[in-house]
């Protein structure tokens, strides 16, 4: 606590000293009385000697009215704290080795209105029976920091839940913000990793100053901006992420300050513009099939007659002249042609759905075994491994066992046609899209398909082998029986190091289950 009167030193001025002393240099009272900042001399039992009219003001005081007020009660219950403070302060003054202490106080006043103020207590070194107590008005200053404050959370929480990443740099391409959609566009965990970035770290070499360059030009939009451009940015690994790139310079007083940019991520978009490509080119050749399945329906039963007709009297002729007949050998030639033409016949039938067949819930990963259990005794595939990855949990489909088996045959047969009956055919069975579908995908070691052949494979009669090895219908009947399971089928990939075919069918719901359809 604070000592009294008579405790202190001995050279201590009386109270009327003090304000005889403060009047006799009119100079500086003149300046006490203009200054709009409140000063107060407050006697060691805290009543206050001396305000001026900017303290009378700041505290709703009317002037003069002050003189002689306890402070204690003039800052009310509310500054409580900072009067014991003010008391701490006196107590540890030999310790603390300072002459003052400062604080943030808010006074009630009269109209009112809270007034925020800056309160320096300040005890002179030469140990007088006094202190003086300074105050600021710091209202609107607090107001203004409130409000900054305001601003920038709300300017932050912005840019953060903005989807596009936001980054900007100074004008040295050091990074000074990112948000959380640059974070995760780039790959990276925290904003910790990415402290001590560059700019030119996001492009390949050469690109950022490309980027700047542009920017200062009047050509992309306007000096200071470049507008929608696509180009390309690092990942965390390394592979490069296709974004559209807005951006800008920002100015203080014409002098360039930083830089700034946006990034919209295009893979997304890319994916979609690809998948509807891939839909057209399928509704492109789904006319262009059930055209020709027309077409080949038409073929087929004008041709199977005749092909009847032919082999039953070759077969006659056959007979009548006997095995050792000079014209025996060309006589089972037609006859074997013709059976090869019945055949090709059979599969313009399968092709333009001239037959019908149920369908029930099935399990795909059936499908598969059955389909290798008939293949893996054949010669061709003695030298190829197979790797099975075949997921327990699939759903099952609705569809037709047996077409679905022809199916299986035709890409399996022509994988290990492809191997040339040596290498690796790896099948795998997965769901996709929150298991609403069902994905078979058929890998193979071969040479691959030649880029030119890729979008006709599907088309009948198309066939990259030898003239005599492949009537060109398997995999246009494969589509076909695809189509009809309301499926897709397309080459996933394909280089010099294989190929990859892709399977998908709906898995069937709930209310389908146990039951069968007819097509």
Known sequence: MLKTDDERSPLRKSLPDVTNELGSHLYLYQILEETPNGVMVVSLNHQVLYA?????????????????????KLLGEENQWF??????????????????TRQVIQIQTGDDEVKILDAVLSYPPSSPDYYLLY?????????????????????NNLINSSIDGIIAADMKGNIILFNNAALSL????????????????????????????????????????????EISVKHADGHDIPVQFSGGIIYDRDKEFATFGIFTDLRAIMQIEEDLEQTHNMLMQSEKMAGLGRLAAGVAHEINNPMSGIMLYAN?????????????????????????CKVIVAD??????????????????????????????QPIYHNIKIELNLSADLPPILGNSIRLNQVMMNLLVNAAQAM????????????????????????????????????????????????????????????????????????????????????RFPAVVDTLKGESHGE
């Open 316 to 340: 006659l002729v056959q007979e009548e002249l006997g095995e050792d007949h000079p014209v025996s050998e060309d006589l089972q030639t037609i006859i074997h042609e013709a059976e090869r």
């Open 186 to 229: 780039l790959g990276y965990s925290d904003k910790k990793s990415m402290e001590n970035f560059h700019v030119t770290s996001l492009y390949s070499e050469g690109l950022a100053y490309e980027i700047i360059k542009r920017m200062r030009s009047d050509q992309f939009g306007g000096k200071g901006k470049l507008l929608h451009h």
């Open 348 to 377: 313009l039938l399968e092709f333009s759905h001239q037959t019908s067949y149920e369908r029930e819930p099935l399990d795909l990963n059936e499908v598969i075994r059955k389909t290798l259990g008939i293949l893996s005794n």
């Open 83 to 100: 009067f014991y403070q003010i008391n701490q302060f006196f107590d540890n003054l030999a310790e603390i080795q300072r002459s003052s």
């Open 135 to 155: 105050l600021i008005d710091i209202t609107e200053r607090k107001r203004l920091e409130t409000q900054l404050r305001r601003r920038n959370t709300f300017f």
């Open 420 to 503: 040339s009956g040596n290498g690796t055919l790896t099948i795998t069975s997965r769901t996709r899209a929150s298991n609403d579908i069902n994905e078979i995908l058929i890998k193979d070691t071969g040479p691959g398909i030649p880029e030119d052949a890729i979008e006709k494979i599907f088309e009948p009669f198309f066939t990259t082998k030898i003239t005599g090895e492949g009537t060109g219908l398997g995999l246009s009947v494969s589509y076909a029986i695809v189509k009809e399971h309301q499926g897709t089928i397309k080459v996933l990939s394909t280089s010099a190091e294989g190929t990859v075919f892709s399977l």
């Open 52 to 72: 001026n009219p900017a303290a009378n003001e700041l505290l709703g005081v009317r002037y003069r009215d002050l003189i002689d007020t306890d402070l204690e």
